[in-house]
């Protein structure tokens, strides 16, 4: 079993920062690869970057390339996304995952954790 607890959302001005938190209980944490979602008002959840076991290997999608990046530190059984030039489109609910195996992928079914998700707005 892993609990996941997100934190680190709220209100930022566009082109702004925030860094976001996912703390994991559990001892199987540093096994586990983590992925980030978000999901918007009347839309999808949507995979937005993973992280494997080791935190050698990230991907996030293009549509965040460049502004999104994720890191972990399995010494605090934490997984980070640090989001830089945010935009209004960024908008959502953010929500952390922990993986299957030490490598997943960006489908929701390659996830079987999930945290409560931390709102980030980002206003024009």
């Known amino acids: 079993q892993v609990q996941l607890v997100e934190s680190g959302g709220g209100l930022v001005h566009t082109g702004g920062s925030l860094r976001l938190s996912c703390v994991a209980s559990g001892r199987t944490f540093s096994n586990k690869a983590m992925g980030w979602f978000r999901q918007a008002p009347e839309k999808e959840r949507e995979f937005v970057g993973s992280i494997d076991w080791s935190g050698h290997e990230t991907y996030v999608p293009d549509s965040v390339k460049g502004r999104f990046a994720i890191s972990r530190d399995n010494a605090k059984n934490t997984v980070y996304l640090q989001m830089d030039s945010l935009k209004a489109e960024d908008t959502a609910v953010y929500y952390c995952?922990?993986?299957?195996?030490?490598?997943?992928?960006?489908?929701?079914?390659?996830?079987?954790?999930w945290g409560q998700g931390t709102q980030v707005t980002v206003s024009s």
């Open positions: 995952a922990a993986g299957r195996g030490g490598y997943s992928g960006d489908l929701k079914r390659d996830y079987d954790y």
